[in-house]
C-alpha cells in the first residue's frame, strides 16, 4: 500500500487536506458551541441533538434534488462557495437573541448546502487519486478528521468554559473562511467530471442506477445504518454529562483515529476484508453499557473503544469505489455521504426522544442495541448475496 508522504506529492491533495481540516475544526468547535447553547435555552435533549445533528436531516432532501452536481459542477468553485456559505450560516447562529426556532431553520438549511459538499469533495479525491490510493487517502482524511476533533472538542469545551457559545461560533465561521481561502488558493480550475447541468432529474436518474446493484444496496445500508445508530448515542453526550461533553467527544474522536490507523496502515488486505462486520459491532457494543449509567471515567472509556469500529467505514467505502464505474465516483460518494449523514440525524432525533422520554442512558442503550441487530441482519444479508457482475464503464 503506498505510504501516506507519497500522497502529499500528489497534486492539489494537499490544499484539499488542509481545506478539510479547516472545515472539521469549524464544525467541531461550532457544534458543540451551539449543542451547548441550545441545550442551555431550552433544557431539552431533543432539541440539542437536533442543532448538533440536524443538518444531516436535510442531507435526503440534497441527495433527491442536488446530488448530480457533485459531477457536473467545477470542483473548486462549488467546495469554495460551499464553505462561505458554512461561514455565513454559522455566524447567523451567532446572532444574540436569535429563537432556536430560526436556528434550527438555519441548521437544515446548512445541512442542504452540505449534501452537495460531500459528493463534490470525495469526487475530487478520487479523481486526484487513483483507485489504488483511494483508500489510504480516505484514511489519511479520516485520521485528520480524528485528530482535528479531539483538537477542536478539547478547544471548544475550553472556549466555552471561558467564554460565550456565540463567541465559539464566530470562531467557527472564521475557521470556515480559512477553509474557503485554501481551497480557492490551492486547487486547480478542473472541468466538471460529468457532462450537463445539475438537474432532479439527472440525480434520480443516477440514484437509481446506483440503487440498482444488490451488492452495492447492502453497501450502501452497512455504511448508513449501524453508523447512523452509533451516531444517535454521540447525539446525547451534551445531555448524558453537560459540563464534561467534550471530553466524551474528545475520546471518541481518538478511539476513530485508531481505528483509522490500523484499518489504513496497519492491517494486510487479507485480514482487512474479513472485519468490516466485527468493527460494527465493535462500534455499537460498548455503548450497551451505558444501561448501568456510568460514570464519567468508564463513559469515556467505553465511547474510546466503541469509536475504534468506525474504521469499518473505510473497508465499505473501498468496496464502494470497487463496485462502482468511474464516471459516477462523485455521485456515488455523495449519495454514501449524503445518506450516512441522513441516517445520522434521523438517529440523533430518535435518540433525542428518547432521551427525552426516558433518560439520556436509556436512549442510548437502544440505539446500540438496534445497531447491533442491524449489523447482524446485514451481515447474514451479505453472505447470501451473489457475487457482483462487472457494469460496463458508460453505464448510465
Sequence with gaps: MPGYRSLFRTPEFTPLFLGSAAQTAAQTVGGLALGTLVYRATGSPLLSAVSMFGPSLAQVLGASFLLSGADRLPPRTALG???????????????????????????????????????????LLNEVLDKGRYLPGRSLFNMMGGLMQIAGFATGGALLAALSPRVCLLAAAGLYLLAALVLRLGLTARPPRAAGRPSAAATWRTNALLWSSRPRRLTYLGLWLPNGMVVGCESLYVAYAPHAAGTL????????????????????????????????????????????????????????????????????????????????????????????????????????????????????????????????????????????????????
Aim: proline share 8%.
Design 81 to 123: 462557495a460551499i464553505a462561505l456559505v458554512f461561514a455565513a450560516g454559522t455566524a447567523v447562529q451567532a446572532v444574540p437573541g436569535l429563537p432556536v426556532g430560526a436556528t434550527l431553520g438555519v441548521v437544515l438549511v446548512l445541512g442542504l448546502v452540505a449534501s452537495l459538499g460531500g459528493g463534490v469533495h470525495w469526487g
Design 249 to 396: 467527544f474528545a475520546c471518541g474522536a481518538f478511539g476513530m483515529f485508531a481505528g483509522d490507523v490500523a484499518v489504513g496502515r496497519l492491517l494486510p488486505p487479507a485480514v482487512r476484508r474479513r472485519l468490516a462486520t466485527p468493527l460494527l459491532l465493535l462500534l455499537a457494543a460498548p455503548y450497551l453499557v451505558f444501561c448501568a449509567r456510568p460514570p464519567l471515567p468508564v463513559a469515556a472509556v467505553c465511547v474510546a473503544v466503541a469509536s475504534v469500529g468506525f474504521g469499518a467505514s473505510l473497508l465499505q467505502q473501498e468496496r464502494l469505489v470497487e463496485l462502482t464505474p468511474g464516471e459516477l465516483a462523485g455521485q456515488a460518494l455523495g449519495l454514501h455521504s449524503a445518506g450516512m449523514l441522513t441516517l445520522q440525524g434521523v438517529s440523533a432525533t430518535v435518540a433525542g426522544t428518547l432521551a427525552q422520554l426516558t433518560s439520556p442512558a436509556v436512549g442510548m442503550t437502544v440505539m446500540a442495541a438496534g445497531s447491533v441487530c442491524v449489523t447482524l441482519a446485514l451481515a447474514t444479508a451479505g453472505r447470501r448475496s451473489p457475487a457482483p457482475e462487472p457494469e460496463p464503464a458508460g453505464a448510465r
